[in-house]
């Protein structure tokens, strides 16, 4: 067996949920540190996304049995993370999500260097008092903080409106551009080949590709109001949801036949190659990953102006990529102005595509982690080394 290397950092990511978003964001981050040398070991539930990712990106992968939600099994939750966490001897804790900030910290109660990302703020999800009871923990918890990093300057803003009296750091969103390769016309006939056989697509229909999970918080129900505007100013487009969650039932029941519903996949490349537009009418919370990898292959995208978003555009693309949350007639506008024009919709997915290049790859996010950790230490006046990440973004051919 190799020896690790004793000067490394060790850093510990617990994390729920295992698929989505945030599970897609840990996994691309993970790879990332362990490319730049960090010893890497990832706590979450099994039989998911990340769980598989990450083993496959050389990381240490150790069970936590804990649900998606918080619930009656919070305890167990804690005691297992406790245990876990104390096994894998870091020298920092990375915790994600709402169910990872709340036992981890639970856990460890400031007792190991403990950086939190919410990647969505639990109070700006809920409503009434559950939202106060969010703002109250999490106010109580920056006792056993030592830094948070957010999303964005709006997700900053949130944390300092509900009283978070905790240091931050913004977090770029970005993603491994090493498994996201621009998609041409040649890949686009391709995927729409392809998807036709199995989804029965048109494939020369207008498409707009929706990834995420079908709930609330990610507003497909506000994309299926705005569609029949879309189909009127557009005949013969088509929408494509892809993804699961709690609200596909009562979507279904909105959507019209030109509406297709995918379900779950694990390689959304053929989507993002398909689609002319990529649609993210997201509520609230951070941008999640699926608009930067269309922008990754070259799409163009039409988001909701949530945590993260308009930081990441190219500079002067808010209009009309960037529409307000919740507004189906904004949301219409916006993606049949795209759909209508497909010369200034390749050049913005041109300029996508070279914006992410620039500045959306992970490693720079890897190397603002690095950063972090070793602040946090010597704020703790602990010393171990932690390497220098050397930003190495791929060649894109």
Same mark, same amino acid.
């Given at each position: 067996? +190799?020896?690790?290397?004793?000067?490394?950092?060790?850093?510990?990511?617990?994390?729920?949920?295992?698929?989505?978003?945030?599970?897609?964001?840990?996994?691309?981050?993970?790879?990332?540190?362990?490319?730049?040398?960090?010893?890497?070991?990832?706590?979450?539930?099994?039989?998911?996304?990340?769980?598989?990712?990450?083993?496959?990106?050389?990381?240490?992968?150790?069970?936590?049995?804990?649900?998606?939600?918080?619930?009656?099994?919070?305890? !167990? +939750?804690?005691?297992?993370?406790?245990?876990?966490?104390?096994?894998?001897?870091?020298?920092?804790?990375?915790?994600?999500?709402?169910?990872?900030?709340?036992?981890?910290?639970?856990?460890?109660?400031? &007792?190991?260097?403990?950086?939190?990302?919410?990647?969505? !703020?639990?109070?700006?999800?809920?409503?009434?008092?559950?939202?106060?009871?969010?703002?109250?923990?999490?106010?109580?918890?920056?006792?056993?903080?030592?830094?948070? $990093?957010?999303?964005?300057?709006?997700?900053?803003?949130?944390?300092?409106?509900?009283?978070?009296?905790?240091?931050?750091?913004?977090?770029?969103?970005?993603?491994? $551009?090493?498994?996201?390769?621009?998609?041409?016309?040649?890949?686009?006939?391709?995927?729409?080949?392809?998807?036709?056989?199995?989804?029965?697509?048109?494939?020369?229909?207008?498409?707009?590709?929706?990834?995420?999970?079908?709930?609330?918080?990610?507003?497909?129900?506000?994309?299926?109001?705005?569609?029949?505007?879309? #189909?009127?100013?557009?005949?013969?487009?088509?929408? #494509? $949801?892809?993804?699961?969650?709690?609200?596909?039932?009562?979507?279904?029941?909105?959507?019209?036949?030109?509406?297709?519903?995918?379900?779950?996949?694990?390689?959304?490349?053929?989507?993002?190659?398909?689609?002319?537009?990529?649609?993210?009418?997201? &509520? !609230?919370?951070?941008?999640?990953?699926?608009?930067? +990898?269309?922008?990754?292959?070259?799409?163009?995208?039409?988001?909701?102006?949530?945590?993260?978003?308009?930081?990441?555009? /190219?500079?002067?693309?808010?209009?009309?990529?960037?529409?307000? /949350?919740?507004?189906?007639?904004?949301?219409?506008?916006?993606?049949?102005?795209?759909?209508?024009? /497909?010369?200034?919709?390749?050049?913005?997915?041109?300029?996508?595509?070279?914006?992410?290049?620039?500045?959306?790859?992970?490693?720079?996010?890897?190397?603002?982690?690095?950063?972090?950790?070793? +602040?946090?230490?010597?704020?703790?006046?602990?010393?171990?080394?932690?390497?220098?990440?050397?930003?190495?973004?791929? &060649?894109?051919?």
């Amino acid at each position: 067996m +190799e020896c690790e290397p004793a000067t490394s950092l060790r850093v510990v990511h617990l994390v729920q949920p295992v698929n989505g978003s945030i599970a897609s964001a840990v996994a691309d981050l993970v790879r990332a540190q362990i490319e730049a040398g960090l010893r890497v070991v990832v706590l979450c539930p099994s039989g998911g996304r990340l769980e598989r990712e990450a083993a496959r990106a050389g990381a240490r992968v150790r069970l936590w049995l804990a649900e998606r939600a918080a619930g009656g099994n919070l305890p !167990w +939750e804690v005691l297992c993370a406790s245990r876990a966490i104390r096994r894998a001897d870091p020298d920092v804790v990375h915790l994600h999500g709402d169910k990872a900030g709340l036992a981890g910290r639970l856990a460890l109660r400031g &007792r190991l260097p403990t950086v939190f990302q919410p990647h969505r !703020w639990s109070f700006q999800a809920a409503r009434g008092l559950s939202a106060q009871l969010a703002r109250h923990w999490e106010r109580r918890a920056t006792a056993w903080t030592d830094r948070v $990093l957010c999303l964005g300057d709006q997700q900053r803003g949130a944390a300092a409106r509900a009283g978070l009296d905790v240091p931050t750091t913004v977090l770029r969103a970005a993603v491994d $551009l090493a498994r996201l390769p621009p998609a041409g016309q040649v890949a686009r006939r391709q995927a729409r080949a392809a998807l036709a056989s199995v989804h029965g697509l048109p494939q020369r229909a207008p498409l707009v590709v929706c990834v995420g999970r079908l709930d609330e918080r990610h507003g497909q129900d506000v994309l299926l109001r705005a569609w029949p505007r879309v #189909a009127a100013r557009v005949p013969g487009a088509r929408l #494509a $949801l892809v993804g699961e969650g709690p609200e596909r039932a009562a979507l279904r029941r909105a959507a019209g036949p030109d509406v297709l519903f995918t379900g779950r996949t694990e390689d959304i490349l053929p989507w993002f190659a398909a689609a002319d537009v990529v649609a993210a009418p997201t &509520r !609230w919370g951070g941008i999640g990953v699926a608009p930067l +990898e269309a922008m990754a292959v070259g799409r163009p995208v039409v988001i909701g102006d949530v945590g993260g978003a308009a930081d990441s555009l /190219p500079p002067g693309m808010s209009r009309p990529c960037l529409v307000t /949350p919740g507004d189906p007639v904004a949301l219409a506008g916006a993606l049949a102005e795209l759909l209508v024009d /497909p010369e200034r919709r390749g050049a913005l997915g041109e300029r996508a595509r070279a914006h992410m290049a620039a500045v959306g790859d992970i490693r720079h996010t890897a190397a603002t982690c690095a950063r972090v950790y070793r +602040e946090v230490l010597a704020g703790r006046a602990v010393e171990p080394a932690v390497p220098e990440v050397n930003v190495r973004v791929p &060649r894109r051919r």
